[in-house]
């Protein structure tokens, strides 16, 4: 499962073709929040990707995906992913996940590739929906919701949102853990929240929070900003106070650790060595701070000198001269 997912993320990237003519007025991307979402990931990418660390991130990372359609990318503004959590019923499946994507779409490139891939047009509530047949209802599906929207998600994820799109967003309510990732939204161009660890479950956001989350996590949030510069800030909230100077020190080995495998590398170094890690209470504070001057040094592409060719060394010799043969000279090694 998850290598079909990781797969069929990828191969969404073929859909982020930019589209032509006017782009229609589009309703936030927080109508798209998967309906009991306990897992909340927000990406700026039109912003992130102007900055040291997008660069630094398509440069060195982006490549090794080795498939096509990652040089799309560029034409994706926002993406939304949200996740209820493991259904109780289903504990040993991979959650459910909804990713809504926000950018430039040609929907006919979009739909001859969905097809080449395999996926079958089915409609729902007007809505273009392509998804394999035969497949499992937690196989990712895509709702082509207009040249500026797409959905990615399990079946019954999609046709719960698109139901709830038949919702004036006035009679919505939003309620406080939405709320509290539009706060964190306002302040960073990547974050991440989560009330349910059980999300963790899912292999993108384990991704995301990796060996931070221990036994004893309630929570998790985390934003990285890069609009001045550098910023990182995470809280992991654990059971007790005990539980939280435990996973502060096993975070302060672990970054001694790292410091000390990658010490060849001068920019990771300088980086690590700038992470603050600090308890208070029930909570774990992860911190980093780079002025644009700092991000630049560690992220830009750095300039190599170009190697000078040396210079062919003078040749000494011996001349004789007054000779039958006339002069000779022969070589001198000092």
Known sequence: MVATICKTLIVSLLLLVPAL???PAEPPLWRYVHPNARALVGI???QVEKSDLGKWIQKRWIPDL????VEFLKGVEQVLISSPGPRPEMADEEPPLLIAIRGNFDLAR???VLVEQGANPQSFAGVSIFRRRGKAVTEPAFALLSSRTILIGDIQSLFATIERLKVASSEENVDAFVGRAQGLAARYDCWALMSDTRAMHNFLFASLAGKTVSP?????QAGISVRSGLAIDVV???RNELAAKALQANLSRLVHTAEIDRGGSPDFASLIRKLRITSDRSNVFLSLRMTALEASQNFAPKQRTPVLAKADAPRLVIRIEGLDEGTRELPFKP
């Open 44 to 46: 700026q990418w039109s």
């Open 21 to 23: 003519g006017d782009i």
């Open 66 to 69: 080795g498939m096509p359609g």
């Open 216 to 220: 004893d996590s309630q929570g998790f």
């Open 110 to 112: 979009v739909r001859q």
């Open 236 to 238: 992991l909230s654990v």
